[in-house]
């Protein structure tokens, strides 16, 4: 699977847009882009995930690049219960395997 | 809907004796079940996988006969933690994936601490 990129951490106001960049450059045809987050002391929660279009559910929208080699996760509003460590995760078609790397702890601040 | 469980949600146990983590999906046949450790201010590890009725894939450098898995039904799956000692203490998760998506549904964690 390829390897993500991401920031350490990030600050986000709260009501406001939340942005978190991955990066994905070695990414192949048959492998998507996952996102999950996990809560201090908690399971990781899955969030959304996408291929090549952009995909938006009750959560949050990810972001795709023409060339699939980065993206953004949105989260529109940002609230106090969206401060966790946000994962992006890049996996193989039929593949269950998820790689987590460090992620990027996001703090929303009120 | 896509519901996993684990019981206890935390367990102290003395070093030496072995314990045992449930995991339940609880609305959803999970066909695959995975086993991850996290240790304090680290990310997840992936320890195993398991398929229902077959033997679990250990990661490299798990020992399979320390942290034995037993996926025994569509919604169970245990790992027993044998001769336990201090360094095993950790944040335990396990996750579940079932025949409708290749997402994983992750349960709440285990804290083991072994004294």
């Known amino acids: 699977d390829a390897k993500t990129t991401q920031p350490t951490s990030m600050d986000c106001a709260e009501g406001r847009a939340a942005n978190l960049p991955c990066n994905h450059s070695t990414i192949s045809g048959n492998e998507y882009v996952y996102w999950y987050r996990q809560i201090h002391s908690q399971g990781p929660q899955y969030i959304i995930h996408g291929l090549k279009n952009n995909e938006t559910n009750e959560m949050a929208s990810l972001i795709i690049t023409e060339d699939r080699k980065s993206s953004t996760l949105i989260l529109p509003h940002a609230t106090l219960r969206d401060t966790a460590v946000y994962y992006c995760i890049v996996n193989g078609a039929g593949s269950y395997q998820l790689t987590f790397g460090k992620g990027t702890k996001l703090s929303v601040i009120p | 809907g896509a519901v996993v469980s684990q019981h206890p949600s935390w367990v102290i146990c003395k070093s030496g004796t072995s314990v045992k983590i449930e995991c339940r999906s609880l609305d959803f046949q999970a066909t695959t079940m995975f086993w991850y450790r996290q240790f304090p201010k680290q990310s997840l590890m992936l320890m195993a996988t398991s398929n229902e009725g077959s033997k679990a894939t250990y990661e490299q450098g798990v020992e399979k006969d320390k942290f034995l898995i037993n996926h025994a039904s569509l919604t169970l799956s245990t790992l027993t933690v044998t001769s336990a000692h201090p360094e095993d203490s950790s944040f335990y998760i396990c996750?579940?994936?079932?025949?409708?998506?290749?997402?994983?549904?992750f349960g709440p964690g285990t804290r083991l601490t072994v004294t």
């Open positions: 996750s579940a994936s079932g025949d409708f998506s290749y997402e994983q549904y």
